[in-house]
């Protein structure tokens, strides 16, 4: 299947941490992404995560596998306004495309 | 390095008419994906290309199309279109071959509007 499924929705405060959950399908999957989006733009790449491994840090970002659950997590740390964006984790399927949630839509209010 | 670009950025078509995007990939990287995005079906995936050839096609009707010169730029092609073609179009560009380490690096998208 190819539906990763992730919240919707994110209202965060400035300073505060976000935690961003993700459920991805393919247990095979060997790499898992995150990637941000703001208005009008195209996808950055935030992070990615091998699968052998449980947890991976970048600077104010961490990702958090549990592959037995297929569940994925980011967390920004000290969230700022800059960080208010559509995020999406994403899988790889069939080992050339990327399969992806709907996105959560993160808010930062002062 | 220059990230992936893509033009034209925006573009207004009607019912009927076909249109041509293009995707130039970072200097480097021989492989093209392309996706689309819709508020209504999110981020689907359309074709991939490598060395010119066209490896993988997602669930798109033949409407859609598109190629890869020897420099690895792309094009992608609608034709006929319909007012549900109207979506942001990214395009992807990755180093290798494809496969779960070769990290995809997205360009700003052309957004299709038709009326």
């Known amino acids: 299947g190819e539906d990763v499924e992730q919240s919707l929705f994110l209202s965060v405060r400035e300073g505060d941490s976000s935690v961003i959950n993700c459920t991805y399908t393919d247990s095979s999957s060997t790499y898992l992404y995150w990637y941000k989006q703001e208005p009008g733009a195209g996808l950055q790449l935030l992070t990615y995560i091998f699968s052998n491994m449980d947890m991976k840090q970048d600077q104010r970002l961490t990702v958090l596998l549990n592959k037995k659950d297929k569940h994925l997590s980011l967390r920004i740390a000290d969230t700022q306004t800059g960080d208010s964006a559509i995020y999406f984790c994403a899988e790889t399927v069939d080992d050339y495309k990327l399969s992806f949630g709907a996105g959560t839509t993160v808010t930062v209010r002062a | 390095k220059a990230g992936v670009t893509q033009t034209p950025r925006y573009l207004i078509k009607t019912r009927g008419q076909q249109v041509t995007l293009s995707c130039s990939p970072i200097?480097?990287?021989?492989?093209v994906s392309w996706y689309q995005q819709t508020p209504g079906q999110g981020l689907q995936f359309l074709f991939e290309?490598?060395?010119?050839?066209?490896?993988n096609k997602g669930n798109f009707p033949g409407r859609f199309s598109g190629r890869q010169f020897s420099n690895s730029r792309s094009e992608m092609n609608v034709s006929t279109l319909e007012l549900g073609d109207s979506a942001l179009y990214l395009c992807?560009?990755?180093?290798?071959?494809?496969?779960?380490?070769?990290?995809?690096?997205f360009g700003p998208g052309t957004r299709l509007t038709v009326l």
């Open positions: 290309y490598f060395s010119e050839t066209q490896r």
């Open positions: 992807a560009s990755s180093r290798l071959a494809g496969g779960p380490g070769d990290t995809q690096y």
């Open positions: 200097s480097g990287h021989r492989s």
